[in-house]
């Protein structure tokens, strides 16, 4: 009985069920070898827009369309029926390869390696199809990658297949208890363990972990290993705050200060897992009401119109003098993802990995739109106490503007100068006053030959630097004009 068990499994698991691959485009031997072992004698077909991805292998391509990938959403359902009519045609399909690099162009690209593992166990499950997600290890970010080991069942690599112990099915990661899904895995690490119950399920209510309500800790505002879907938090640009119903938080409730109810979510959520102090809000928000009780009111009532606005009243936790926002588990906020990616783009850059590096600073720039907090009214982005906001907000647009100059940088050394100069034009607008976009701009213009719009731009930058009282003495500009007018 044992023995025909183990057999079993083994069988098993050397069938692809919902494999991934991480190796590098640059370099597809890896990958090459990983899918040649695995993929003996099956009819496989490889789904990408990728030039020369397998291209020592003989496989049918279709493009990533043809399962409706490679646009900034996707629908399960309709990949899921796009996969129907394929096996439907003429098409003879055992194992399906699916090129991840769409996932880098979506703006919630974390968000889709998630739910695009929900959708490869629902296809594996309903047709019987082997699945393979290859990856390209350069252009991963890091939520995208802990996004991705928890979204497949097993790894490909030359040496064979090999299960993923981090991998949760979609029922118990979205919908299973700490201690249901605790269960799952210690099963899958060691086979004793299969039908193990920690709690009996008439006493779940009031088990530890089950109820992570009888215990408020702190918890950071991004969510690694999320149970379920949170909270979408948007603060490059107006602050935008989506809940798990996908529904768009409105300021605008009856009786409340929306610009107040805004700022106040604004400031918690930078203040993290350890929290603000009233003192410290009630001076930002009503820094000229002298009376101590009425701004502790008018407080009270903020955090009240918060919480109504978030939809839960443990939306926003107090413990004695301080408040911080309880974010649910799966929340995702902008400024991480931003702050990897440009991380991720310089890297490659750096390593002339131009069409990798354009790829990756394009999701940068789909998530850059604009200043940190840019709808906060002035009066409440620093208060005489603190300047909670403007130094991040500086500190995020010059990472901005380092994406426009890099990618224009890269634009030209492609011979692409036309798509260059509109990145230019769109820093400038974020900082007309910033010497290395005034310099790559002339160089665009020199790259297309427009010597009278060099001058133009060159004069301009010195007649606005003159007239706010600057020195361009020193400027490094002069010498960058002089060598593209010689």
């Known amino acids: 009985m044992r023995n025909s068990k183990k057999d079993h499994e083994n069988r098993r698991r050397d069938n692809i069920i ?34 020369d991805l397998l291209k020592d292998l003989t496989y049918p391509t279709l493009p990533l369309s043809a399962l409706g990938l490679g646009e900034t959403s996707f629908s399960g359902d309709s990949v899921h029926q796009a996969v129907c009519d394929l096996l439907q045609s003429k098409t003879k399909v055992d194992v399906l390869m699916v090129d991840m690099t769409w996932s880098a162009k979506t703006v919630f690209s974390n968000m889709s390696v998630k739910d695009w593992g929900h959708i490869a166990e629902r296809i594996s499950s309903d047709f019987g199809l082997g699945l393979i997600s290859i990856y390209n290890r350069e252009l991963l970010i890091e939520n995208q990658m802990q996004s991705a080991l928890r979204a497949h ?21 979205v919908n299973g208890t700490i201690d249901e899904q605790m269960a799952f895995l210690l099963e899958s690490a060691v086979a004793d363990y299969a039908g193990i119950k920690f709690f009996d399920p008439l006493d779940r209510s009031f088990a530890r972990g089950a109820d992570p309500g009888w215990v408020s800790k702190p918890k950071q505002i991004q969510i690694t290993t999320p149970k379920s879907k949170g909270w979408q938090v948007q603060c490059l640009g107006p602050l935008q705050v989506y809940l798990a119903d996908q529904s768009l938080v409105s300021w605008n409730s009856p009786g409340s200060s929306p610009h107040k109810t805004r700022t106040l979510f604004a400031y918690l959520l930078s203040a993290g897992e350890k929290g603000a102090h009233t003192d410290r809000m009630c001076e930002l928000l009503w820094p000229n009401e002298a009376a101590e009780a009425t701004k502790r009111g008018r407080f009270h009532h903020a955090v009240a119109m918060l919480r109504k606005a978030l939809g839960s009243k443990d939306a926003v936790i107090r413990s004695g003098e301080f408040y911080r926002l309880n974010a649910p588990e799966g929340s995702w906020i902008d400024i991480s993802s931003f702050e990897q990616i440009c991380r991720r783009g310089l890297s490659l850059a750096k390593q002339d990995r ?133």
């Open 18 to 51: 919902d494999a991934a691959v991480f190796g590098l485009f640059s370099d597809g031997e890896f990958i090459e070898k990983s899918v040649t072992k695995t993929l003996s004698k099956k009819h496989a077909v490889l789904v990408s827009d990728t030039p």
């Open 354 to 486: 131009v069409d990798d590096a354009l790829l990756i600073y394009r999701s940068g720039q789909e998530l850059y739109r604009g200043d940190l907090f840019e709808d906060i009214p002035l009066q409440y982005v620093h208060s005489e106490n603190e300047d909670w906001c403007l130094p991040r907000r500086r500190w995020l647009r010059d990472m901005a503007l380092k994406i426009y100059r890099d990618t224009s940088v890269l634009l030209r050394s492609q011979n692409q100068q036309d798509e260059a100069l509109p990145l230019c034009q769109k820093a400038l607008v974020l900082d007309p006053m910033n010497e290395d976009i005034n310099c790559e701009t002339m160089r665009v213009f020199h790259a297309q030959d427009r010597t009278d719009a060099i001058i133009r731009q060159y004069k301009q930058y010195l007649t606005t630097l003159e007239s706010m009282g600057g020195s361009h003495k020193d400027a490094s500009i002069h010498k960058v004009y002089r060598n593209l007018m010689q």
């Open 153 to 173: 069942q097993q790894f490909l690599a030359p040496s064979g297949i090999h299960k993923n112990p981090y991998w949760l099915p979609a029922n118990l990661s």
